[in-house]
């Protein structure tokens, strides 16, 4: 009777939905972008009546020095956001790793940033780093008449003019730090207790505790939680576009932002469609370095398991 | 073992941790105490904190739906009501299709063995990282050409005849058209979440209402959605905060009567002369979302670590 009325087809009934929507609007794409990618594409232009150009627009991008300064722009933007902030972020979990009062208000208070539209975001740090009325320069005394104003003798900064891409980058950490915070604090709280007691036994002093014990045991976590933002700052594109639009020149011009231009301005689908092949490709490598990296991480765990009921 | 007594701090930390969240909530503070206030008074930066609130902001940007005349206005220059009303619609029923087929499809993963699972599961974790700008050129193309009812057909015709349009009916323009990529980009990580939250109920209890003759879906609609209500609500944070605050692809597929808050930002945020009214814009669309995060914040900090802390 309970074999009856679970039937074979029963899985796949459970999945369809879901399948369906992720191969209609998601899978079908992505193969027709790819198939796009090797064609002169013109969005006026059904894509059948296009002609077909082999390799042209992997090639043309590849020799393309606005296409790598683009690229580099995006490489740099990730990789230095994410390092700043899994710096900040654990050094604040080891900070506030404490048994304080009010603790979760300030957990509340802390995931706020990463909630906000990055749009809004961008609206916001876009008025802070104004030349003339930005938060910044106000606070620097650089303009209006405050008294500290001539004893720190700054002139106004053109914010987004002149630093164009560290600015952008203050705004995204801004925004995700809290992301590594939360987790590596879960990270810490999660710790078996018995080792950090065993090592204030010994003697450690505070730093001795997490460099030889907290560090290591986090790092797993710590790893995977670097990966994940790591992959997410490569598909920032709003709080850029609306801070700087790219500019000057290509020095915000992220490679997302890149693909949206050649499409949207340019109109040239097929150079767009080869970029967004060159993107998947990096992230590709990144999630299979994260997929690589688990597994490893879940065998190593389970031998270390197996070892110790061996010895118990 | 939890000691309930909290352990006594050095003022100068409790310093710190005020600075901390100065800087985490001051740009959000800036933004309401800015939508508050009169262009005149956000450039000049009069006054500080210390000003008298206006509401003339928020009039302005809600004049299309707005019962009376603000009488500050002559014209009602920026549609906002329509495209807050567009962003409900397309948020809602975007995040509500997903959790639906979202857990149908991880309580399948999870419960089920059949065919094809490991490389469904591994593609649903792959395709997590496809940022929405990769989606831009084909789902653009394939949403204004190819997916399209021919007027000239019989489904067309009638929508032709029913609705009045002029040529074919198609995905772009539509609410259904961004619903749709936003269900498909959301769904692997609400099912991968979801997942975590299936594993820990007990098989027993599925076991015993198959035994009382529940079949498979009596089973998952009544045991088992119960059992993962706080998995449901992280997930539907995360899903909605995706569909409510996402740019790219809805600038691409809406046109002028679908537009979200998003697109009337970017749209805005480079006129200067409606500052305020911007910034009015900014914390409405703002709103919703941290709301969430103040009734919901312990869910949201589940939803987050199970990916990463579990691994």
Known sequence: MNRQNVSRLTPYMFIAPAALVMILALFYPIGYMIW????????????????????????????????????????????????VEMVLGVGLALLLDRNIRGMSVLRTLFILPMMIAPVVVGLVWRFMFHQTYGTFNRFLGAVGDTWWGGFLGIGPVDWLGQNPLLSVMIADIWQWTPFIFILSLAALQSLPRSALEAARIDGATGWQQIIHIKLPLMAPVLIVTMLLRLIDAFKVLEVILVLTGGGPGLSTEILALRIARTAREFRELGEAAAMSNYLLMLLMILTLGMFAFTRWQEARARRLKFAAEEEG | MADTTYDRQNPAYYVLIGILIFMSIGPVILLMANSLRLDVDITSGAGGLLFMPTIRNYETALCDILWYEPEHLRFCTIRFGGAFINSLIIALISTALT???????????VRFKFMGRDSLSLSTLAVRMIPPAVLLVPVFSLWNNAFCIDNESLVGGWIRDMVGGRGDVCLAGTHSGIIIVYVAMNLPFVIWILQSFIVQVPRSLEEAARVDGAGPFQVFFLVVLPLIKPGLAAASIFTFRIAWNEYLLASALADRDTMTVPILIVNNASEFDGLGTIMATGMLLAVPPILFTLFASRQIITGMTAGAVKG
Do not use: H, K
Request: aromatic share 22%.
């Open chain 1, 36 to 83: 796009g990618s090797f064609r002169e594409w013109d969005p006026s232009q059904a894509i059948s009546e296009t002609e077909f150009v082999g390799l042209q627009n992997y090639i043309r991008l590849w020799f393309d020095p606005n296409f790598w300064e683009s690229f580099t722009v995006t490489l740099i933007f990730a990789f230095t956001v994410v390092l």
């Open chain 2, 99 to 109: 959790l639906v087929f979202g857990c149908m499809a991880a309580y399948a993963l």
